[in-house]
């Protein structure tokens, strides 16, 4: 039998007895004592120990803690969790296991760990509350954000923890349903200061993405004396040292796969050394072993296990209903004992029972009990458990259970549970007799899939919905949908295109479609810019020849044919359409939805007229637009758009903030990491630039351009190479800055960095690098957008352009319109810049006093603004004048982090603290946290002294 230290490295499964069984009927095996390495007795896991025991006095102390605990099948992951569990006194403890089964059910392992704590649900903020609810089918609703349920569990959690310290422990989380491990690795990241310890244990070998960059433990193997001394404890009789250190080598540290080895063994084999090699992988000899074992037991048992096995929820009631379905009773309990406890819930002694005990079973024996599972489950109280069983447990096609699955998946559509709407409409394709209704009902699943973030399961069930019987109008819908795909994937560049041969295929079936999906077409194209641009005038074109404009054109209609002149027209004879549609978009009541679709295009259009003012307020109301309709995952693409033009005006803490706010977001809502210019890289990168950090911002633009070079996505390369002329501009390297300028204006003109902003850098750096015909030749290129838009950003910018390639009085006074026009403007980083080059040129042409005036204005803006690269380009151009730059002192609102700067942005408008956690996706303690540190360091006490601070 197993000593101490082998049930204790065996975690539940020892502790349980599931250790001995394991072991069963290996004579020879005795119990002995040993040395462990903690108080708990789990030998060579004192480090580990020590770590889980810091961690729980943190949470005692008031702060938080988050930790993955990392390691392959059987190397005591769950042993270290029952080691936290019973080492948190004064805690409260609650646990959940991912289940392989219920990995496609929303919220499934989510609903479990929250449950104990449900009677908190009322005392949410009312869209927590709602969307938790609906997520976990308590009430009827909208379909809840997953951002927003992440920040309901959040609030649940800290309310939980002003009680008593909240220890959340996550096993087998590479088995939790998607949507769980999202909302489980929001917590992770926002968790603080609320008293909230949340462990997830997860098996290395089934890397969970949503967990990637939270705090990690390793677990790896025993050190070779550790499971020298394991054998020691477990071998009573004689023991062939080259035996056991072939055991040692082959279990690689493993102790489960060792104690595993040990039972395979016969007494010759170890004490002679003659036993046979083996080449199987750790879990996959644990799990052999476990099969042995079953095939000891009786058919009756077997069965009553494969029951348990199928049955992801572990409902205690709801096995043996459906066990007396198969004619089991209690009396066949006793032999599984070993395997499984039977308490409220049904768990098994080791995940890897479960599975073992489910795929040893044969295809028929397993549909018997899912039917039977089925005839159990009340079909008002969980009908969509009752259809799942229903379908495992039929193999031929079944209109009515396809049905049933169907239905499953509208109600699973209402919780947001994606993942669980695709699973359930593709099993009812497969189980639909009409090869027409298949192929739709495969299309269907189709879309659910890509929506949930599975593309490669959306391609092979849009390729099954293909070579069925579709109509056109389907067919066409396939397609779009295949674009789609492509477009959220590795392969963007083929979106548009793709997207074009759709709207060309809806163009006769519905003409409202092909125009929308046409402007969906530039939208990729534009975010992507294959082939220099070239694709992006080609989809233009099609747009303006195949749909013309209706009589009573929508907001989209107006939109589209803007967009479409801009790309394809000069831009003078396109502006009067884009202001139309501008204005209308602005002024005129149009529907909620039709805001959300398409507010992207109208603010591409006020970039392209150098509307500094609508673009601004576009942005702004994006952020709220999405915010209110709790569609957080769309998100960071809304706030990179604002960032940009916190940039252009100055408003460089606030643009931290949107960036933090970015890195949230994606690490929340599971957002692909390759987002181009849109993720928090490229919020990094605007930062670093204006900050004039030039390290931070070569290496931030040469992997963003790298990354997007693979991809074929010139637009970031564009929006870089644009952002590194700024920043070589503003530190003097002017050969540098016009390389980069050149480069950024190559792509064809689409409306922002290329078309807009890359040429005033190349005038400034083609001049002043010495080459005036470059610079003309830029000039001409931003004269195209400036003059079609004639809004004093557009004019002062090229009023500044146009006096750097002029002289005497018709430069002096080009300076002075272009500061006149951009005082007028919200753009103060063009304004510093109209003061600099100014000065620079009077101080060129000896005029000190005037340049010295010019200079310390540029200077002081841009040390207000914290762009260090510029301020120094004004310091040294002030020293060749002759005065010394008053160095400013650091203000005090200088000391606080982003972070803090934004929290008292949002307590200046007299927000709560609560409404504030619910602002920046962190719980009230949180805030409260931020805030004592803010009092502290600005020597304040109270709120109300926040207006007072710089």
Not at 35 to 62: H, I, M, P, W, Y
Not at 548 to 569: G, I, K, S
Not at 730 to 757: D, K, V
Request: aromatic fraction near 4%; charge should be neutral.
């Amino acid at each position: 039998m197993l000593g101490k230290v082998g049930l204790e490295l065996l975690g539940d499964a020892g502790r349980h007895g599931g250790g001995l069984s394991v072991l069963g009927g290996a004579g020879g095996l005795t119990g002995g004592s040993h040395r462990s390495g903690t108080k708990a007795g789990l030998l060579g896991r004192q480090a580990e120990c020590e770590a889980l025991d810091r961690l729980l006095t943190a949470v005692r102390a008031g702060q938080s803690r988050t930790l993955v605990i990392r390691g392959e099948a059987g190397v005591g992951k769950s042993a270290l969790l029952e080691h936290l569990t019973e080492s948190a006194s004064g805690c409260r403890v609650v646990r959940v296991a991912g289940v392989q089964s219920e990995m496609e059910l929303a919220f499934a392992a989510l609903h479990s760990l929250c449950a104990p704590m449900l009677d908190l649900l009322d005392g949410l903020p009312g869209p927590q509350r709602d969307a938790l609810g609906t997520a976990f089918g308590l009430r009827a609703g909208p379909v809840p954000d997953r951002l927003l349920v992440g920040m309901a569990v959040l609030s649940l959690l800290a309310a939980a923890a002003d009680e008593r310290p909240l220890v959340c422990v996550i096993d087998d989380a590479q088995w939790l349903d998607h949507a769980s491990a999202q909302v489980l690795a929001f917590l992770g990241r926002r968790l603080f200061a609320e008293s909230v310890a949340c462990v997830f244990a997860v098996c290395a070998a089934n890397e969970v993405d949503e967990l990637s960059g939270l705090p990690v433990m390793d677990v790896a193997g025993l050190s070779t004396g550790d499971a020298r001394a394991l054998l020691r404890s477990v071998v009573s009789g004689p023991l062939d040292e080259q035996v056991r250190d072939r055991l040692v080598v082959e279990a690689c540290g493993n102790p489960l796969a060792l104690l595993e080895l040990v039972r395979e063994c016969t007494r010759p084999e170890l004490a002679g050394g003659f036993g046979p090699p083996t080449a199987q992988t750790t879990s996959g000899r644990i799990e052999d072993g476990f099969r042995r074992q079953l095939g000891h037991l009786p058919a009756h048992t077997r069965r009553l296990l494969l029951l348990a096995a199928a049955d992801p929820l572990g409902d205690a009631a709801l096995l043996w209903r459906a066990a007396a379905r198969l004619g089991l009773g209690v009396a066949v309990v006793g032999a599984a004992n070993d395997m499984i406890v039977l308490g409220v819930r049904v768990r098994f002694r080791h995940p890897l029972m479960r599975s073992a005990v489910y795929w040893a079973a044969l295809p028929e024996e397993r549909r018997r009990v899912h039917l039977a599972l089925a005839e159990a489950t009340d079909v008002d109280a969980d009908p969509d458990r009752r259809a799942w069983h229903r379908a495992h447990g039929t193999a031929q096609p079944d209109e009515d259970v396809a049905a049933e699955l169907e239905r499953s998946a509208g109600r699973a559509r209402a919780r947001s549970g994606l993942a669980a709407v695709g699973a359930f409409l593709e099993r009812a394709a497969a189980l639909t007799p009409d090869p027409r209704r298949r192929a739709e009902r495969a299309l269907a699943a189709a879309q659910a899939k890509h929506l949930a973030g599975a593309p490669k399961p959306a391609l092979a069930l849009l390729a099954w919905a293909q070579a069925g019987p579709l109509d056109e109008l389907r067919l066409a819908h396939a397609e779009l949908l295949r674009a789609e795909i492509a477009s959220t994937s590795d392969h963007g560049e083929s979106a548009a295109p793709m997207l074009l041969k759709a709207a060309r295929r809806f163009e006769p079936l519905d003409t409202e479609l092909a125009r929308d999906t046409y402007l969906q077409a530039l939208s990729t194209a534009m975010g992507v810019l294959p082939d220099g641009g070239r694709g992006l005038v080609e989809i233009a074109a099609a747009t303006r020849a195949t749909v013309p404009v209706p009589a009573a054109p929508r907001v989209a209609d107006l939109l589209l044919d803007a967009l479409a002149r801009h790309l394809t027209e000069d831009a003078r004879i396109a502006a009067p359409a884009m202001r139309h549609a501008l204005t209308v978009f602005l002024s005129e009541e149009i529907s909620a939805e039709e805001e959300f679709r398409w507010l992207w295009a109208a603010h591409t259009i006020a970039v392209a007229l150098w509307d500094d003012r609508s673009g601004r307020e576009l942005a702004d109301r994006h952020v709220r637009l999405i915010r209110d309709t709790g569609a957080l995952a769309l998100l960071p693409l809304a706030l990179s758009r604002r960032l940009i033009l916190l940039g252009f005006e100055g408003e460089l803490h606030e643009a931290a903030s949107a960036n933090e706010e970015i890195q949230t977001l994606v690490a929340a809502t599971g957002v692909r990491s390759n987002l181009g210019f849109q993720g928090p890289a490229g919020g990094a990168l605007v930062l670093a630039t204006w900050h004039g950090r030039q390290a931070e911002a070569e290496r931030l633009a040469n992997a963003l351009m790298s990354e997007a070079a693979s991809r074929g996505e010139g637009s970031t390369v564009s929006v870089s190479q644009w952002l590194r002329a700024v920043l070589h501009n503003s530190l003097g390297q002017y050969e540098e800055a016009r390389s980069a300028a050149e480069h950024a204006c190559a792509h064809h003109p689409s409306p922002g960095a290329a078309a807009h902003w890359a040429p005033a850098e190349l005038v400034e750096a083609a001049v002043y690098s010495g080459e005036r015909e470059l610079a003309s030749q830029a000039l001409d290129q931003l004269v195209l957008t400036t003059q079609a838009s004639g809004t004093d950003w557009a004019l002062g910018v090229e009023a500044r352009s146009r006096a750097l390639l002029s002289q005497g009085e018709e430069a002096d006074g080009r300076y002075r319109e272009a500061i006149d026009r951009l005082r007028r403007t919200r753009m103060r980083v063009d304004l510093a810049r109209s003061h600099l080059v100014y000065g620079e040129w009077l101080r060129r042409e000896r005029r000190r006093l005037d340049a010295r005036e010019q200079l310390r204005t540029a200077y002081e803006l841009f040390v207000a603004m914290g762009m260090e690269g510029f301020a120094g380009r004004a310091e040294r151009e002030l020293l060749a004048t002759g005065e010394t730059a008053r160095r400013r002192t650091a203000e005090t609102a200088d000391q606080l982090t982003p972070r803090e700067t934004q929290i008292v942005r949002l307590a200046r408008q007299s927000m709560t603290n609560k409404e504030i956690a619910g602002y920046l996706y962190v719980s009230t303690r949180t805030v409260e946290y931020h805030l004592g540190k803010v009092y502290a360091k600005l020597g304040i006490t109270s709120r109300g002294q926040l207006q007072c601070i710089p």
